[in-house]
């Protein structure tokens, strides 16, 4: 128990009956839950009927390997899983009570997608997908197909609920489920079968839930047939971070606790480990407009810590700008090291997060223009995007003619006449004789397996990888790159491709915006104006195009295999939760953005229901999340205009950010004049160092 404070082990320690440990953040829930685990093997609970439960698959990894430290081997039967990897096990040990083969498929998204399809009749990707997200809506709060229909609220839901009952028909007939299904399908065979409740109560000494204010209506009823009425259980969360709602998570099921089980232990979890007192008065001073279930106030002894700050800009690049230039001069700190020369910190020590997948782009722009090396996460990275992938495989075949994956996706993208079954023959002929697929398309005994035809295409394309390779080798310098770069995609009639692909001319124009800003950013690179190593302008070193390709396949190879890497992260705020780091800054806080609009441009409510005043208080657990992963500074930036579909509005500040009630001596900060006076005292100190040297 060493370690832990008197709130955490009280949670520890009490075994015997339903507890809720309300864990502020960064309060140590992850070291309450695996210390109770430890705690309850050594009172001689078997490991094995000990069950702890997450929300993400790395969680449950995390747990586990904090278990094994700490418990040892004696922690390999602890069931550590997701809520979807439990239902997978009740499933394949329960499932033939339903109809379910043990051998059952699981279906992901895009299955989904294509069943839906057929279901409704139409080939309209838009629509199933709110079908999609409607009948994963209903089934988190446990309705199906027949309750669903008699639910329905308008002739829409009455459609949707048709084609869920379709749906459902053809998961019966596949011997299939989808994600939902697997709390879903649990949850009426504990509830239905008393025999098998029985049995799985019998076998669930203790039962441990993370993030359960995370928790859906579907998911708390399976706790519970689990559970039993001894309710043998710890639920660790926190109200203040319940961020979910629009996937079917509800506060409600805090609220059910104490009613369902009136011996119900409730524990806090106050004190912060993680950041300054000035960040944690601005994180308690937010949420504190929102009602309380159960209150709490974190508190940390790190100290004061920097001040809050807040920055505003006159638009999003401005805006992306001033966020470059206060990472920079974070980095660069205001501290030498001892040889003289400036510390800087890690590239990972910093976070920018925000509302909403789309403000990532011009952050993206800014951050290659720096040359700040970053991921992205809970969205889409620049690099990941489909587009930027497709050029990516050409340029890494070009590069190494032996890379496969890359070839299927060159030859394919876009479509050349060279078919599934010309690949397939291509493929196995490649295996037989131990050869890449780019070599086996040029041997002489391929045509015994292919059609003369067939061979004609796949000749006439390795020969363009040959010259496409030969004339990259021959570009030199930003102007010739780009011309070269310009009439590839034309000969390839890549534009044309993404006009084909996309049922939205919108998202086609965007996509192909994405091709043209890539070609900017590689022809810039063979004018010399950007340097990988050092991060820096270094004048006129001009580079062929292959040179530039070759570096890119490098780091194209780098950033799939290397997971923790020394890279700033960009992330929204909802795939921020759970994370922290030293230095976090929040962009675009603004009205309309962070709390999200409610309204439409004519004033009427974007929300069906008449909750207003909830999804605001999500909001506001939003903005608070965000502000309690900074460990040891905090900036929060807003815009004076900005982009609203084609028109550009005045920019309003976030309501969040009067309630943080900053000082207002110390919120002003200007990044560049900071970084200014950086590069002044490092220069002055070289020159005094150079002075000294020369006396």
């Given at each position: 128990?060493?370690?832990?404070?008197?709130?955490?082990?009280?949670?520890?320690?009490?075994?015997?009956?339903?507890?809720?440990?309300?864990?502020?953040?960064?309060?140590?829930?992850?070291?309450?839950?695996?210390?109770?685990?430890?705690?309850?093997?050594?009172?001689?609970?078997?490991?094995?009927?000990?069950?702890?439960?997450?929300?993400?698959?790395?969680?449950?990894?995390?747990?586990?390997?904090?278990?094994?430290?700490?418990?040892?081997?004696?922690?390999?039967?602890?069931?550590?899983?997701?809520?979807?990897?439990?239902?997978?096990?009740?499933?394949?040990?329960?499932?033939?009570?339903?109809?379910?083969?043990?051998?059952?498929?699981?279906?992901?998204?895009?299955?989904?997608?294509?069943?839906?399809?057929?279901?409704?009749?139409?080939?309209?990707?838009?629509?199933?997908?709110?079908?999609?997200?409607?009948?994963?809506?209903?089934?988190?709060?446990?309705?199906?197909?027949?309750?669903?229909?008699?639910?329905?609220?308008?002739?829409?839901?009455?459609?949707?609920?048709?084609?869920?009952?379709?749906?459902?028909?053809?998961?019966?007939?596949?011997?299939?489920?989808?994600?939902?299904?697997?709390?879903?399908?649990?949850?009426?065979?504990?509830?239905?079968?008393?025999?098998?409740?029985?049995?799985?109560?019998?076998?669930?000494?203790?039962?441990?839930?993370?993030?359960?204010?995370?928790?859906?209506?579907?998911?708390?009823?399976?706790?519970?047939?689990?559970?039993?009425?001894?309710?043998?259980?710890?639920?660790?969360?926190?109200?203040?971070?319940?961020?979910?709602?629009?996937?079917?998570?509800?506060?409600?099921?805090?609220?059910?606790?104490?009613?369902?089980?009136?011996?119900?232990?409730?524990?806090?979890?106050?004190?912060?480990?993680?950041?300054?007192?000035?960040?944690?008065?601005?994180?308690?001073?937010?949420?504190?407009?929102?009602?309380?279930?159960?209150?709490?106030?974190?508190?940390?002894?790190?100290?004061?810590?920097?001040?809050?700050?807040?920055?505003?800009?006159?638009?999003?690049?401005?805006?992306?700008?001033?966020?470059?230039?206060?990472?920079?001069?974070?980095?660069?700190?205001?501290?030498?090291?001892?040889?003289?020369?400036?510390?800087?910190?890690?590239?990972?020590?910093?976070?920018?997060?925000y509302r909403a997948n789309h403000q990532a782009r011009v952050l993206e722009k800014a951050l290659r223009r720096a040359q700040i090396p970053y991921k992205v996460s809970g969205g889409q990275s620049f690099f990941d995007k489909?587009?930027?992938?497709?050029?990516?495989?050409?340029?890494?075949?070009?590069?190494?003619?032996?890379?496969?994956?890359?070839?299927?996706?060159?030859?394919?993208?876009?479509?050349?006449?060279?078919?599934?079954?010309?690949?397939?023959?291509?493929?196995?002929?490649?295996?037989?004789?131990?050869?890449?697929?780019?070599?086996?398309?040029?041997?002489?005994?391929?045509?015994?397996?292919?059609?003369?035809?067939?061979?004609?295409?796949?000749?006439?394309?390795?020969?363009?990888?040959?010259?496409?390779?030969?004339?990259?080798?021959?570009?030199?310098?930003?102007?010739?790159?780009?011309?070269?770069?310009?009439?590839?995609?034309?000969?390839?009639?890549?534009?044309?491709?993404?006009?084909?692909?996309?049922?939205?001319?919108?998202?086609?124009?965007?996509?192909?915006?994405?091709?043209?800003?890539?070609?900017?950013?590689?022809?810039?690179?063979?004018?010399?104006?950007?340097?990988?190593?050092?991060?820096?302008?270094?004048?006129?070193?001009?580079?062929?195009?292959?040179?530039?390709?070759?570096?890119?396949?490098?780091?194209?190879?780098?950033?799939?295999?290397?997971?923790?890497?020394?890279?700033?992260?960009?992330?929204?705020?909802?795939?921020?939760?759970?994370?922290?780091?030293?230095?976090?800054?929040?962009?675009?806080?603004?009205?309309?953005?962070?709390?999200?609009?409610?309204?439409?441009?004519?004033?009427?409510?974007?929300?069906?229901?008449?909750?207003?005043?909830q999804r605001l208080q999500e909001e506001r657990r939003l903005m608070y999340v965000g502000i309690t992963r900074a460990q040891r500074s905090l900036a929060v930036s807003w815009v004076k205009q900005r982009k609203q579909g084609?028109?550009?509005?005045?920019?309003?500040?976030?309501?969040?950010?009067?309630?943080?009630?900053?000082?207002?001596?110390?919120?002003?900060?200007?990044?560049?004049?900071?970084?200014?006076?950086?590069?002044?005292?490092?220069?002055?100190?070289?020159?005094?160092?150079?002075?000294?040297?020369?006396?």
């Open positions: 128990m060493s370690g832990l404070n008197f709130a955490q082990q009280e949670a520890v320690n009490y075994l015997h009956g339903p507890a809720l440990v309300l864990a502020g953040a960064g309060s140590g829930k992850t070291r309450v839950i695996t210390h109770k685990i430890g705690r309850l093997i050594q009172a001689g609970m078997p490991a094995k009927r000990i069950a702890a439960i997450t929300f993400t698959n790395k969680a449950a990894s995390e747990m586990r390997e904090r278990a094994k430290q700490l418990v040892g081997r004696g922690a390999n039967d602890v069931v550590i899983c997701t809520f979807h990897a439990l239902g997978v096990r009740l499933m394949r040990q329960f499932g033939d009570v339903l109809g379910l083969k043990p051998q059952f498929s699981i279906l992901d998204a895009d299955d989904v997608l294509s069943i839906l399809k057929d279901a409704g009749g139409s080939t309209d990707n838009a629509a199933a997908r709110q079908w999609q997200w409607t009948i994963s809506l209903w089934k988190n709060e446990g309705r199906n197909a027949e309750q669903a229909l008699a639910q329905a609220r308008d002739d829409n839901e009455r459609v949707i609920a048709t084609i869920m009952g379709r749906y459902e028909e053809r998961l019966t007939a596949y011997q299939s489920v989808d994600f939902d299904d697997l709390i879903g399908l649990p949850l009426r065979l504990l509830r239905d079968h008393p025999e098998v409740r029985e049995q799985v109560q019998q076998n669930m000494g203790h039962v441990l839930v993370d993030e359960y204010q995370d928790t859906n209506a579907t998911q708390y009823e399976l706790l519970k047939y689990m559970v039993g009425e001894r309710g043998r259980f710890t639920a660790v969360g926190d109200d203040d971070q319940s961020i979910y709602g629009w996937r079917g998570a509800t506060l409600d099921n805090l609220k059910k606790l104490p009613i369902d089980y009136p011996e119900l232990k409730v524990i806090k979890l106050e004190q912060n480990y993680r950041s300054t007192s000035a960040i944690l008065r601005a994180a308690n001073n937010v949420i504190g407009p929102n009602p309380k279930l159960f209150p709490k106030t974190l508190w940390s002894d790190l100290g004061e810590g920097e001040p809050v700050r807040v920055v505003d800009g006159d638009n999003e690049e401005h805006e992306a700008e001033r966020a470059v230039n206060r990472v920079l001069s974070l980095r660069a700190g205001d501290t030498l090291g001892a040889s003289g020369s400036p510390q800087f910190k890690e590239w990972k020590d910093f976070a920018i997060l489909a587009e930027i992938r497709d050029l990516c495989a050409w340029f890494r075949l070009i590069v190494n003619n032996n890379d496969d994956p890359a070839f299927l996706r060159a030859v394919g993208t876009p479509k050349r006449g060279i078919g599934h079954t010309t690949l397939g023959q291509l493929g196995a002929f490649a295996t037989q004789y131990k050869v890449s697929l780019f070599e086996a398309l040029f041997s002489n005994s391929l045509q015994t397996v292919v059609s003369a035809r067939a061979v004609g295409s796949l000749h006439e394309f390795g020969r363009y990888i040959n010259d496409l390779e030969y004339r990259a080798r021959q570009t030199l310098g930003a102007e010739d790159a780009k011309t070269f770069l310009m009439e590839w995609l034309k000969e390839i009639g890549y534009e044309q491709h993404l006009l084909d692909s996309e049922e939205n001319d919108k998202v086609a124009a965007a996509r192909w915006g994405n091709v043209l800003d890539f070609c900017d950013w590689m022809s810039a690179r063979c004018g010399g104006t950007l340097d990988d190593a050092a991060g820096a302008t270094t004048g006129p070193e001009i580079k062929t195009l292959l040179e530039v390709v070759q570096t890119v396949s490098l780091l194209s190879t780098i950033s799939e295999r290397e997971k923790d890497q020394n890279v700033l992260t960009l992330s929204t705020l909802h795939a921020s939760k759970g994370l922290e780091w030293p230095h976090v800054m929040l962009i675009g806080v603004n009205e309309g953005l962070l709390p999200f609009k409610l309204d439409d441009d004519n004033g009427k409510k974007q929300v069906v229901s008449d909750d207003i005043a084609r028109e550009t509005v005045r920019g309003v500040p976030s309501r969040f950010i009067a309630e943080m009630a900053l000082d207002q001596a110390t919120i002003k900060e200007d990044p560049r004049e900071k970084l200014k006076a950086l590069r002044a005292e490092f220069a002055k100190k070289a020159q005094t160092d150079l002075a000294s040297a020369k006396g």
